[in-house]
């Protein structure tokens, strides 16, 4: 992990969006992760930009097809990010089981090597341990990784009235040397449409 993290500070010119997401609309008991999940599938459709690996040699950007996606995962023996394969053509069964099994084995240390490389963006759910905003640290090659802060009750405005409505802190930190300002703006903006 030392390891990685001093070739995040080396290669890697971060910046932070942050935003919240106003949850009125949303059923009781809904699954925030698989919610995120979603969004992030629909934002890479909306702006594929950040779906993408930058090669800091070469000064180029590579832009994936396909999104897989890095989770990282809490254990007491550290922070493991795991791939889920392909989270754009999964149904919600699909993506339940693999973050399920993906957690069992983070914590059972018996994920593959072959689940801890290749992802193309990377979610953090840190709110379940607290905290609202971060800026979270992208691992290279990728170029953006999306966290995601605890679930907090706020007024905010609904259709033009004072509403009390569950509200989730998005922080979406993108390396600006491969993504521009407007294009994570885009992403951001469609996440929130999305959660």
């Known amino acids: ?8 500070r080396d290669e890697v010119m971060p910046t932070t969006l942050m935003d919240d997401a106003v949850l009125h609309a949303w059923a009781e008991h809904q699954d925030v992760t698989l919610r995120l999940i979603r969004a992030i599938v629909a934002a890479v459709k909306s702006e594929p930009a950040l779906n993408a690996w930058f090669d800091h040699v070469e000064i180029g950007r590579r832009l994936l097809d396909k999104v897989h996606l890095g989770v990282a995962v809490d254990t007491p023996e550290g922070l493991f990010v795991c791939v889920m394969q392909d989270v754009g053509n999964r149904d919600q069964a699909s993506l339940r089981r693999g973050l399920d099994k993906m957690k069992a084995d983070a914590r059972a240390r018996t994920v593959p090597p072959e689940e801890l490389r290749g992802y ?11 905290g609202r905003y ?19 009750d706020a007024v905010v405005p609904v259709n033009g009235q004072p509403t009390v409505s569950a509200v989730l802190p998005i922080s979406l930190t993108f390396d ?16 929130f ?3």
Do not use: C, K, Y
Request: aromatic share 6%.
């Open 134 to 152: 971060a800026t979270p640290v992208i691992v290279p090659p990728t170029v953006a990784i999306i966290a995601a802060g605890a679930v907090r």
């Open 176 to 191: 600006h040397r491969a993504v521009t300002g407007g294009e994570a703006a885009l992403f951001d903006r469609a996440t």
């Open 193 to 195: 449409h999305a959660v």
């Open 120 to 130: 193309t963006l990377t979610l953090s759910n840190f709110g379940r341990f607290g």
């Open 1 to 8: 992990m030392a390891h990685t993290m001093s070739q995040a």
